[in-house]
């Protein structure tokens, strides 16, 4: 048995249930459960197997359910790095310290003009929490007004852009080892020096799946990681999806 555990305060449903048909077409069993079942061990143990547990979900409170998931002897996917911190700042210098090109970054605490300072334009505002906002920023008008709607600056950290001419922005998911291009409809290989780069994501942050949105030049062998989703939905990509369940499923 497989199960998917959602919060009903986030909106990864859909997700869910594609993978879950997936799982049908593969012969897998698989469950979608509300994250508070977690507490109800009964239920999940109520075959006499100790299943399989796909987080599907950016829950405040994840370390904590993971070890009561492993009190009972689950099997976690991911278990490791759902076991610290998730915030987007952290993972960034994780990775870049893994010899991972990242965007340059600061987490500011105050709103104080004189912290501000360092920043250089245009660069985005992002939320901490995986799936919050993502904001543009041009010019110090822009970065006043955005401000405005900063209740907690600490929830926020500032990024370089660096969208420029020849990089493109793509999204990779990596599944126990194997890399796939979201655009690709065949599981055609990334190059060598792009798979290292997801080897080193996975190495960094202990994390057995995920998925990567990385600005990319094929030719230059040059990129930059802007964001890293420990819990991937598999939205884009059938084939991903399929190797997901293939793979990691039991």
Known sequence: MNYIFL???????????????????????????????????????????????????????????VELLREIGLKIVNDKFLSG???????????????????KSTWITSKDPDLLKSIQYPFFLKDQKQAGIVEYVENKIKLAEKLKAVQNIKGIYFEEAVEKSPMFLKKFYY?????ID???????????WLESVFKKISQSLDLEVFSAD????LLAKDYSCIDVNPAPAFFKSDIACSEFVKNVFI
């Open 7 to 65: 919060s009903e305060k986030e909106s990864f449903n859909n997700g869910a249930e594609k993978i879950q048909q997936e799982a049908f077409l593969q012969t897998k069993e698989c469950k979608i459960i509300d994250l508070e079942s977690i507490f109800n061990e009964r239920i999940l143990l109520e075959d006499g197997k100790k299943p399989l547990c796909y987080f599907l979900t950016n829950d405040f409170n994840l370390p904590l359910y």
């Open 85 to 103: 911190s998730s915030l987007k700042f952290v993972l960034q210098q994780k990775i870049k310290r893994g010899g991972v090109n990242t965007p």
């Open 175 to 179: 599944i126990i080892g194997s890399v």
């Open 182 to 192: 979201m655009d690709t409809t065949t599981k055609e290989p990334v190059p060598l």
């Open 214 to 217: 990385v600005f990319v030049d």
